[in-house]
């Protein structure tokens, strides 16, 4: 079964899912800008819509502590758009720490997300679905960002709960699976996130042959990287074998991401990206694991 904001389904009924992605979010402290906001209910319902048109039926919200999570909205949207939200438990990455990710041992951390993933977040039944998103910072992980990981698999085993993480700008992801693997976690209940902002497929492939998923998560973000980058990567390790262990998403983040102000909104995936690979001779079979079926079985707790 996964955890959604609204309740239990069945992972079955998960279908087309976009696997890292923000409908609630607020990093203005830290960015000091307004377009790392958003907040509007209204709007983001408008916004599913879109992606809604192209088969979008979930969406694993990543937003933790820190990145300004509101679960009552979440709920409000998954109700009002008719999709399956699946809402985070975690701590983002050290600069967005509040004190009970910098005050607490690891354990008193663990003891948070399970109490988010078992009973509820705050003082409501709503609960995490999802570790994360888990982030280390760029081209490290803190001694403080370690204690963090090492209370997610604390949580992780606990409850079964999967965990997705971000790498900053692509960097450290083998160094989180190896700290993960190191742990002895069950390694296929791990997404290294923004894996495709590595520009060799090389460097990827070897972050899978520890165990772990990747996420391509990152996809129409071509100030990063290429999406022409991104699909060549993609094509290469999907012929290596790795279509079990891929997920897909965009990773929408800011106002101008949205459609309504000439971004993509939750349609980069779906849309372009999706026809892209079918033009590559990607089979609707490997589609339906790369925004689907892959996500799901992961987060499912059986």
Known sequence: ??????????????????????????????????????????????????????????????????????????????????????????????????NKALDNAEEKIAEIMIKELTFGIDDTNIRAGIIGEIGSSLNTITELEKKVFNACIIASEKTGAAITTHCDLGTMGLEQAMLFSRSGINLDKVIIGHSDLNRDYKVIEKILSSGVNVAFDTISKNSYLDDDVRLYNLLKLLEMGYEDKIVLSQDLTRKSHLKINNGTGYTAVLGGFISKLKINGVDSKILSKLIGGNIARVIDKN
């Open 1 to 98: 079964m996964i955890q959604t904001v609204c309740g239990l389904i069945d992972k079955k009924e998960l279908g087309i899912t976009l696997a890292h992605e923000h409908i609630i979010i607020d990093l203005s402290l830290i960015r000091n800008e307004q377009d790392s906001v958003l907040d509007n209910c209204k709007t983001m319902i408008n916004e599913i819509s879109y992606g809604k048109k192209l088969g979008l039926q979930s969406i694993v919200e990543v937003t933790n502590e820190g990145m300004g999570r509101n679960h009552l909205k979440l709920k409000y949207i998954s109700e009002k758009a008719k999709v399956n939200i699946v809402a985070s438990t975690g701590f983002y990455m050290e600069k967005y720490y509040d």
